[in-house]
Nanobody, 129 residues
């Protein structure tokens, strides 16, 4: 049974940092992509970042490039999203999800959200101004 468990959200001031974790189970970690998404009320869900299970390929959205870094620990089957220089506009519920559609990872481009077929529960990140 595929499971994703996101954690690490919280309240932080502008300019602060948080590290989100997504613990995976029930599938062969290295064969999948793990992605992070975020959503605020009234807005569409936004892709933030993804990493191949092997850690060899990553993607970061322009809105977080240079501030957020995704990494993975295959032994722990966990993906991390280090978020630095946080801004109020980063406030959202953050979700992790997985897909085995790995065909685009070598291109370093955004993977269509509908390709992700397993989603974890969200973790709330609030950045105060």
């Amino acid at each position: 049974d595929v499971q994703l468990q996101a954690s690490g959200g919280g309240l932080v001031q502008t300019g602060g940092s948080l590290r989100l974790s997504c613990a995976a189970s029930g599938f062969t970690f290295d064969d999948y992509i793990i992605g992070w998404f975020r959503q605020t009320p009234g807005k569409e869900r936004e892709a933030v970042s993804y990493i191949s299970g092997s850690g060899g390929h990553t993607f970061h959205a322009d809105s977080v490039q240079g501030r957020f870094t995704i990494s993975s620990d295959s032994a722990k089957k966990t993906v991390y999203l280090q978020m630095n220089s946080l801004k109020p506009e980063d406030t959202a519920v953050y979700y992790c999800a997985t897909t085995d559609h790995t065909g685009l990872v070598t291109l370093g481009i955004e993977i269509p959200q509908h390709w992700y077929d397993r989603w974890g529960q969200g973790t709330l990140v609030t950045v105060s101004s």
